[in-house]
């Protein structure tokens, strides 16, 4: 750890800077958006509202729904396409057993076919029998496919949570060092730095262990030529991870540093209360694991003077 002065500046003894930055975790970063992006979810709904409308005309035909998938399929193929959004599944091929003891593969791809005969439309309608569609068609009292869908688009766009976790840690970060570059005109940043986009930017080579490796920021100082790569997360809940990513911080360190580039690791959230062990390793190793509170406190001030 090589921020002593602005620990000392909290009224913190140097040798509680763990203790310090492990009680300031906070619990969560998302904001209201968190929940639902309401604006994708109308978005991707809209994708297949003409076709849901075209489906509804199936809805309750329970005596002769062969006869009438026939008849709509023929009138408007492209109705295949709306078929995975009924499952909860945005995927353009699935291969599904038939048996499962022969292991026989049936593949649809949903989208309109070239062709339609029989054999086609017999193959589509083996697919909405067998996965319950049917079902959903004429025994569930859905009245309208396309409210049904916007409903399965919430339960879709809920999935996304973590993504969305992972974006706004970045964001958050992103506003800070915007700030921190505007008061320090000496300073630049780059975001989703690669080893390429560095040499470019920059001018500078590094090596990484990886080729595919992309920085989340990459902080570079004019006056000294210096390089500052930073990677950040929130974790708000434990596991198994916590301590293989505690550890590659570690190496990622020393890989950085045998270059003369510091690795600012900015990690926050209540997850890493459940592997405090593993994170006050890397942090005894490493010169700067920090987190959000310490980054609002002006830390960058005292890393990059």
């Known amino acids: 750890m090589k921020y002593e002065n602005f620990i000392m500046k909290q009224n913190i003894r140097v040798e509680n800077a763990f203790e310090y930055l492990h009680r300031n975790f906070i619990p969560t970063i998302s904001d209201f958006d968190y929940?639902?992006?309401?604006?994708?979810?109308?978005?991707?709904?809209?994708?297949?509202?003409?076709?849901?409308?075209?489906?509804?005309?199936?809805?309750?035909?329970?005596?002769?729904?062969?006869?009438?998938?026939?008849?709509?399929?023929?009138?408007?193929?492209?109705?295949?396409?709306?078929?995975?959004?009924?499952?909860?599944?945005?995927?353009?091929?699935?291969?599904?057993?038939?048996?499962?003891?022969?292991?026989?593969?049936n593949r649809f791809v949903f989208k309109k076919p070239n062709l339609v005969n029989i054999d086609i439309i017999n193959h589509y309608y083996n697919f909405v029998e067998k996965t319950g569609l049917k079902s959903l068609f004429c025994d569930y009292g859905i009245s309208n496919l396309v409210d049904y869908v916007f409903g399965v688009e919430v339960g879709l766009n809920s999935n996304a949570r973590k993504n969305r976790t992972g974006d706004s840690m970045e964001k958050i970060v992103e506003n800070f060092l915007f700030e921190f570059c505007k008061n320090n005109n000496n300073m630049k940043y780059i975001s989703q730095a690669t080893k390429e986009k560095i040499f470019t930017e920059f001018g500078i080579q590094i090596r990484l262990d990886k080729n595919s490796r992309r920085f989340d920021f990459v902080l570079y100082s004019q006056k000294s030529n210096k390089l500052f790569v930073l990677e950040v997360n929130f974790y708000s809940g434990g596991g198994s991870k916590l301590k293989a990513t505690a550890g590659e911080y570690k190496d990622l360190n020393d890989l950085m540093k045998n270059q003369d580039i510091d690795l600012i690791w900015i990690t926050d959230g209540a997850g890493w209360k459940t592997a405090r062990s593993s994170l006050e390793e890397t942090f005894n190793h490493n010169d700067y694991v920090i987190n959000l509170e310490m980054l609002k406190k002006g830390i960058l001030k005292e890393i990059c003077k």
């Open 35 to 105: 929940l639902v992006d309401w604006q994708t979810v109308i978005n991707n709904k809209k994708k297949y509202e003409l076709l849901l409308n075209n489906l509804n005309y199936l809805i309750g035909k329970k005596d002769n729904f062969k006869e009438e998938f026939e008849f709509l399929f023929r009138q408007n193929p492209s109705i295949v396409e709306a078929l995975p959004i009924l499952l909860a599944t945005r995927e353009i091929e699935i291969n599904l057993i038939d048996n499962l003891k022969d292991l026989n593969i």
